[in-house]
């Protein structure tokens, strides 16, 4: 992002004398023609996404080495890679460093301006004065398409409707809509600032260009007393003459109120050709050439002439026609990869044989740098195109540039996180310095801050989509039944289920949960309701009545006495013996 901070730009002369014209560049060299082949066979579905983090480091050595740091951001240079771990690496050659404070420096001898060449620029401002404080600007201004914009229009309300307003705005030099030239994926655009003033502010105004096209109606209230206007004129006649192309009209509007339009301006954009969706697009959509031409002009020209052409798409092949055994014919194929690679050379007719690298290599004035491009196809194919460009010589000596502003450094990086259903538009809000639960299929947004030292910063965005949940897997085979345990304890056991055994070690008695007397030295069983006696042991056992015996005594002996008025029998059994008394 540009900043809009004048201050953080270094400023120089502009329009400096004209050097040398520099060299023709070479024509490019045609590219090959592509083969021909049905639409290839839709890839497979991809793996579900993984979270992507953004790690940052900082250095005072240009590899890292040197007061290595993943928090202090007080040094030279500062260290970023991408990858799905959420911790960051100490290892400094795993990051790609940048200097981004430079020491102050003195002023350089100034260089020789080049021949009209083409430079490279991250940002880029405009001034009207050295200082970069007189109109400052990010987008080099255009020139006006409407004559007589410098004076303002302003009207005053006439309390009527349909009142016309004062000023009438033509194009440039009377041209008409044909002379313009614009292309079927060209528009006109019109803009201006308005403002309101007096007492009781109400009613619309319109500008808009003669019957041709309603203008935006623009509503005067109290809370609503000034703006911003932006249309895209469509169904201009062509041939019409433009005497009085932009016409301002008011309804309503009060007599105590004056309105002022400034700023008017039209201009030409530029928009895409028509397309299908994504889901929809074919092959045969998309242009089948590609033209390149080198030029020292920002512009792109509109003449298809100054343009190299190549082939970039070759037609669908048809299917062969059947022979004796019935088969169709062959699938075409699709491109797999594109490799760019780039040379040095003295020469800009015959492609170097060596020195190809992925990287664009230091340019030499008086040389040429040469482009290749390797289209390797899904059948394993491949084809290979080249484009060359001149680099430019330098010309005269120009004028001493103005001295250089002192360098900022980095004074903090935040970074912070936030979950979105896009990702393809950050969030406007709920970021958080922690990294949030993402649901699975929507998007994880890392958004990094870094303000300098002038108080400046610029944010940077990355996104991750998050996996999809896989299908759940087979029920597992059901677990044998484990050994409920035995409990011995002199309190109840908090935890019960059915075939739990519980010894009580207590010495006296107490009630369990379910009204249980539960007696000394006593082991009992849990049914899921209630406990019931399990094991008694003891030396004697003293009971009134004990019946559902069952079993093999080997000692003692069971005695059953019954008094019935002045009868007593009694029963018995001992060892081998029983007895009727």
């Given at each position: 992002t540009d900043s809009t901070n004048y201050a953080a730009y270094t400023w120089s002369r502009l329009k400096g004398d004209k050097g040398d014209k520099g060299d023709q560049g070479a024509q490019g060299i045609q590219g090959l023609q592509g083969p021909t082949g049905t639409q290839g066979v839709a890839g497979p579905k991809g793996n579900d996404g993984k979270t992507q983090y953004t790690h940052i480091a900082y250095a005072n050595s240009a590899d890292g080495r040197k007061d290595f740091s993943t928090s202090d951001s007080n040094r030279a240079y500062i260290?970023?890679?991408?990858?799905?771990?959420?911790?960051?690496?100490?290892?400094?050659?795993?990051?790609?460093?940048?200097?981004?404070?430079?020491?102050?420096?003195?002023?350089?001898?100034?260089?020789?301006?080049?021949?009209?060449?083409?430079?490279?620029?991250?940002h880029t401002a405009w001034s009207y004065s050295a200082d970069g404080t007189d109109g400052f600007t990010t987008v080099y201004p255009k020139t006006?398409?409407?004559?007589?914009?410098?004076?303002?229009?302003?009207?005053?309300?006439?309390?009527?409707?349909?009142?016309?307003?004062?000023?009438?705005?033509?194009?440039?030099?009377?041209?008409?809509?044909?002379?313009?030239?614009?292309?079927?994926?060209?528009?006109?655009?019109?803009?201006?600032?308005?403002?309101?003033?007096?007492?009781?502010?109400?009613?619309?105004?319109?500008?808009q260009t003669q019957t041709y096209y309603k203008g935006t109606r623009v509503t005067v209230s109290p809370t609503n007393t000034s703006g911003h206007v932006k249309n895209t004129l469509f169904n201009l006649p062509v041939t019409t003459d433009m005497s009085t192309f932009i016409t301002a009209r008011q309804d309503n509007i009060p007599t105590t109120v004056t309105v002022e339009i400034s700023n008017l301006m039209m201009y030409i954009v530029d928009y895409s050709p028509w397309m299908p969706s994504a889901s929809e697009v074919t092959t045969a959509d998309y242009p089948r050439y590609i033209?390149?031409?080198?030029?020292?002009?920002?512009?792109?020209s509109t003449n298809p002439t100054d343009y190299t052409w190549s082939l970039i798409r070759g037609n669908d092949g048809k299917d062969g026609a059947d022979g004796h055994d019935g088969r169709a014919g062959k699938d075409g194929?699709?491109?797999?990869?594109?490799?760019?690679?780039?040379?040095?050379?003295?020469?800009g007719t015959t492609a170097p044989n060596t020195g190809w690298t992925s990287s664009v290599p230091s340019l030499v004035k008086g040389q040429y740098l040469w482009t290749k491009t390797v289209w390797t196809y899904t059948d394993n194919s491949s084809e290979t195109g080249y484009s060359v460009t001149y680099i430019a010589k330098d010309g005269n000596n120009g004028h001493d540039g103005i001295a250089g502003k002192?360098?900022?450094?980095?004074?903090?990086?935040?970074?912070?996180?936030?979950?979105?259903?896009?990702?393809?538009?950050?969030?406007?809000?709920?970021?958080?310095?922690?990294?949030?639960?993402?649901?699975?299929?929507?998007?994880?947004?890392?958004?990094?801050?870094?303000?300098?030292?002038?108080?400046?910063?610029?944010?940077?965005?990355?996104?991750?989509?998050?996996?999809?949940?896989?299908?759940?897997?087979?029920?597992?085979?059901?677990?044998?039944?484990?050994d409920p345990g035995k409990v011995v304890s002199d309190t109840e056991p908090?935890?019960?289920?059915?075939?739990?055994?519980?010894?009580?070690s207590g010495t006296a008695e107490l009630t369990a949960s379910d009204g249980t007397v539960i007696k000394p030295n006593t082991e009992y069983y849990y049914d899921g309701t209630h406990w019931i006696i399990n094991l008694i042991e003891a030396n004697q056992l003293n009971v009134n009545d004990l019946s559902a015996i069952s079993g093999t005594y080997t000692n003692g002996s069971i005695k059953n006495v019954t008094t019935d008025g002045s009868v007593t029998s009694t029963i018995l059994i001992e060892k081998k013996h029983i007895l009727f008394t």
């Open positions: 260290g970023m890679y991408v990858d799905f771990n959420i911790n960051d690496s100490n290892t400094p050659s795993d990051y790609s460093w940048t200097l981004v404070k430079g020491a102050d420096g003195t002023q350089g001898t100034p260089g020789k301006p080049g021949a009209d060449g083409r430079t490279p620029y991250f006006n398409l409407l004559n007589g914009t410098k004076v303002h229009d302003i009207f005053k309300g006439t309390g009527t409707a349909n009142a016309g307003g004062t000023q009438r705005y033509t194009l440039d030099k009377s041209l008409k809509i044909s002379d313009l030239k614009l292309s079927r994926y060209q528009d006109l655009i019109f803009e201006f600032d308005w403002k309101a003033t007096g007492t009781n502010p109400s009613g619309t105004f319109v500008y033209g390149q031409y080198s030029n020292f002009m920002q512009a792109d194929v699709g491109l797999k990869n594109t490799v760019i690679t780039y040379a040095i050379s003295t020469s002192d360098g900022v450094g980095i004074k903090t990086t935040t970074i912070t996180y936030a979950g979105s259903t896009s990702g393809t538009t950050a969030p406007s809000s709920g970021w958080t310095s922690t990294v949030p639960t993402v649901a699975a299929g929507s998007y994880l947004w890392t958004k990094t801050l870094w303000t300098y030292t002038d108080n400046s910063f610029e944010t940077g965005y990355s996104v991750a989509k998050m996996g999809n949940n896989g299908t759940p897997g087979p029920q597992g085979p059901p677990g044998s039944n484990g908090t935890t019960r289920f059915k075939g739990l055994t519980w010894k009580y």
